[in-house]
């Protein structure tokens, strides 16, 4: 069964950077759709990036510059989270997410069903 585990989370000062890494396995084909979530406690939880079948990369809108989605074409590679110039309210868990093969923009929690146990960043 495929596996998410997510790494790289911890606490940083202002302005810092971190890369986060979701390690993969049990998928038996290549072309999973892919994504990461963040979520503070009592808010909902919010999309980031995604990398679809294609290893197209979409964003949503209030992520871009701050954060770059990246994964090398294949199967049960990891996927990565670069996060730039941190700021407390980055401060959250932080979650990779994978479903089957998809195209296009899916951001919305509903839209996967496997999930890693999460990272927590810490900016402060």
């Known amino acids: 069964h495929v596996q998410l585990v997510e790494s790289g989370g911890g606490s940083v000062q202002p302005g810092g950077s971190l890369r986060l890494t979701c390690s993969v396995s049990?998928?038996?084909?290549?072309?999973?759709?892919m994504a990461w979530f963040r979520q503070v406690p009592g808010k909902k939880r919010e999309g980031l990036a995604s990398?679809?079948?294609?290893?197209?990369?979409?964003y949503n809108d209030d992520a871009k510059g701050h954060f770059t989605i990246s994964k090398e074409h294949g199967k049960n590679v990891p996927m990565y989270l670069q996060i730039s110039n941190l700021e407390p309210e980055d401060t959250a868990m932080y979650y990779c997410?994978?479903?089957?093969?998809?195209?296009?923009?899916?951001?919305?929690?509903?839209?996967?069903?496997?999930w890693g146990q999460g990272t927590q960043v810490t900016v402060s």
């Open positions: 049990g998928y038996t084909y290549i072309g999973a759709c």
């Open positions: 997410a994978g479903k089957g093969y998809c195209r296009g923009r899916y951001m919305l929690p509903q839209h996967y069903n496997l």
């Open positions: 990398i679809d079948g294609d290893d197209k990369i979409y």
